[in-house]
């Protein structure tokens, strides 16, 4: 083997190391963007559902308070 040969079959497995790294990276980035998304999705809709349920109790509560009151027992 020549000494170019060897200074050739060492870039070629330094960027395969190189990519390597890469693609795991890149993998990594997707996966934590994806747990990223869905935890966003999750929130709006417990948010979503936490309003409509305030929402709904206030009403409730205002339906309640225009009820006429009753007389109590004399």
């Known amino acids: 083997m020549t000494?170019?040969?060897k200074t050739v079959e060492q870039a070629v497995?330094?960027?395969?190391?190189?990519?390597?790294?890469?693609?795991s990276l890149n993998r990594i980035n997707s996966?934590?963007?994806a747990v990223s998304e869905a935890r966003e999705a999750k929130t709006a809709r417990l948010r979503e559902q936490r309003l409509e349920k305030?929402?709904?109790?206030?009403?409730?509560?205002?339906?309640?308070?225009a009820l006429p009151k009753r007389?109590?027992?004399r």
């Open 3 to 5: 000494a170019h040969s």
């Open 13 to 23: 497995s330094l960027f395969s190391k190189t990519q390597t790294q890469s693609m």
């Open 31 to 33: 996966e934590r963007d």
């Open 54 to 65: 305030e929402a709904d109790e206030l009403a409730a509560a205002a339906a309640l308070a």
């Open 71 to 73: 007389a109590g027992r």
